[in-house]
């Protein structure tokens, strides 16, 4: 595992579109698959085809027209779920094939009420059979976070030996904590004698908040592909956040030597344009694209960011594509943040003046969530006034 590229799987138009109220038609799906592939993306999940027939032409539609990226449709274990899969992906540049199987007790016996064997080849059964039609087949272990380590091992040699280029080893239930996750990859790093000849991927989801950590966890751990989506959309929680563990594996690659293809300046206006075409607003706090991201209201805050952004900023928010770094004025301001404030407006006040200003300014703040600049432009005026009239 020498490479420390990290292969970036988006599965927006897949998992993502599992958020309900988000269902995309084939026009929406790709015109996004195409500002994916333009961010940067490796590997795009188009969809489930066999789920519907309009889930099938827009895999379709996508895989004829993505050119750089991999294109991949997701399947059960069922050999008319690859067939209609493969149909989907055969205008594709460069096709894959996503089937498997759960491989946890939970799956095995209460969903499949079946045995760890008859799992076992029915695993290899169907990477056997996604390799008639594409060279490369990702198997997936659905609930991985919570199989036994050494069944898992079995299953992931088996289906490495059956053809599989990609093992992903989802944590479906957001179950794992980060260290067991990454000592599960690390496991099976350890103890897949043929690992070397596949790359384990990330599949996190968010139910206990920690899809992004597991997710990088997992990478240190020696997997080198991460499955996420744009804003962290997906089914429940969540899916982990793409823009998050792009920008965790930027800002580290000094120390953890990893690296994506994913144009960072492009992910704010990536997460806007999901957020308007899935119709599901990102939260205010969000990490990286979030629009309280880089804005600042505590005034111990305020005044070291404008003596040095990097006091509070370990990222410009034009690295990101984001708009400027935000001063918000509130009753928990102080006099450097209004004195910056009034000079943005075009009021030049010496210090003596912002004191005095400062007393009204808390008044007004005392009264209000927020202190606008029209508020701001009254106050200075009025205060002008009275002391040209003086």
């Known amino acids: 595992m020498a490479d420390g590229k990290v292969y970036i799987f988006d599965t927006t138009l897949r998992d993502g ?77 460069r096709p894959r094939i996503h089937t498997g199987i759960g491989t946890s007790d939970y799956h095995i016996k209460s969903k499949f009420n079946s045995t760890q064997e008859d ?40 289906v490495i030996a059956a053809g599989a280029t990609v093992v992903n080893i989802p944590d479906t239930t957001g179950y794992c904590l980060p260290h067991q996750y990454g000592e599960k990859i690390a496991y099976l790093i350890n103890n897949v004698p043929n690992v070397d000849k596949a790359i384990l991927s990330c599949h996190c989801h968010n139910d206990l908040g920690l899809a992004t950590a597991n997710s990088i966890a997992g990478v240190i751990a020696g997997a080198r592909q991460i499955e996420c989506t744009i804003n962290g959309l997906g089914e429940r929680a969540g899916n982990t956040s793409l823009e998050e563990v792009a920008m965790i594996i930027k800002q580290h690659q000094p120390e953890l030597g990893f690296y994506t293809n994913i144009k960072a300046s492009q992910l704010n206006p990536m997460s806007r344009i999901v957020s308007d075409i899935m119709r599901m607003p990102v939260q205010p706090n969000k990490a990286i694209v979030g629009s309280n991201a880089f804005s600042h209201s505590s005034g111990i805050h305020q005044d070291g960011f404008l003596k040095n952004a990097q006091t509070y900023e370990i990222i410009a928010p034009e690295e990101v594509g984001a708009d400027s770094s935000k001063i918000v004025l509130t009753a928990r301001s102080g006099r450097s943040a209004l004195a910056y404030r009034f000079q943005k407006l075009g009021f030049e006040f010496l210090r003596n003046d912002v004191d005095v200003l400062y007393n009204e300014f808390l008044r007004v703040a005392d009264s209000k969530k927020e202190v606008e600049d029209n508020d701001l432009a ?13």
Do not use: H
């Not at 056997?128 to 069944?151: H, I, L, M, S």
């Not at 009254?378 to 003086?390: F, G, L, N, P, R």
């Open 119 to 158: 799992i076992l080849q029915r695993a290899v059964q169907c990477v056997k059979w996604a390799k008639n039609f594409v060279d490369d087949v990702e198997f997936y272990a659905e609930d991985a976070g919570r199989t036994d380590n050494e069944y898992l091992a079995r299953v992931v040699e088996a």
């Open 17 to 93: 579109e599992q958020v309900p109220g988000c269902k995309l038609n084939t026009k929406e799906k790709v015109e996004l698959a195409l500002q994916l592939e333009d961010l940067g993306v490796d590997i795009i999940e188009a969809g489930f085809p066999i789920s519907s027939p309009g889930d099938f032409e827009s895999v379709s539609q996508i895989a004829g027209i993505v050119k750089n990226a991999t294109v991949c449709g997701l399947t059960r274990a069922v050999q008319k779920d690859i067939e209609v899969a493969a149909e989907a992906l055969k205008g594709a540049a």
């Open 378 to 390: 009254v106050m200075a005026k009025a205060y002008q006034a009275s002391a040209s009239a003086v």
